[in-house]
């Protein structure tokens, strides 16, 4: 189960900074983050309207969350816990860059792609 939650971690995280995001918090090295939660910035773009992004999101079925806090509008949650099939995760990754485009934010959802799959040798 650890490497499975590690495995879908990693594939997240390289999705998600392959197609242009940064990871939240920024850490040198990557044993610091968490196998069990993604938290990702939302580009300066989104963060003028994150309602919007959210909802495109949500309107392709697939679910995030936003930040609590001081941090709503700032970052948005993708779990990695559970038994994900790879074209689960693959369908997160596009949907979110897919999502941002929309909200007008300069990223590569295909490049975020390829970073996953060389993750989950696909």
């Given at each position: 189960?650890?490497?499975?939650?590690?495995?879908?971690?990693?594939?997240?995280?390289?999705?998600?900074?392959?197609?242009?995001?940064?990871?939240?918090?920024?850490?040198?090295?990557?044993?610091?983050?968490?196998?069990?939660?993604?938290?990702?910035?939302?580009?300066e773009v989104?963060?003028?309207?994150?309602?919007?992004?959210?909802?495109?999101?949500?309107?392709?079925?697939?679910?995030?969350?936003?930040?609590?806090?001081?941090?709503?509008?700032?970052?948005?949650?993708?779990?990695?816990?559970?038994?994900?099939?790879?074209?689960?995760?693959?369908?997160?990754?596009?949907?979110?860059?897919?999502?941002?485009?929309?909200?007008?934010?300069?990223?590569?959802?295909?490049?975020?792609?390829?970073?996953?799959?060389?993750?989950?040798?696909?």
């Open positions: 189960r650890i490497r499975r939650h590690r495995r879908q971690s990693t594939a997240f995280r390289a999705g998600f900074t392959g197609m242009g995001l940064e990871l939240f918090p920024t850490a040198a090295d990557a044993t610091v983050y968490s196998n069990t939660l993604t938290a990702i910035e939302l580009p989104v963060r003028a309207d994150p309602d919007a992004f959210f909802d495109a999101v949500a309107e392709r079925n697939v679910s995030i969350s936003g930040g609590q806090a001081h941090l709503g509008g700032e970052i948005f949650r993708v779990s990695n816990m559970g038994q994900f099939a790879d074209e689960q995760i693959l369908r997160g990754i596009r949907t979110v860059g897919d999502a941002m485009v929309d909200a007008g934010a300069d990223v590569d959802p295909e490049a975020g792609l390829d970073a996953a799959r060389g993750v989950l040798e696909l």
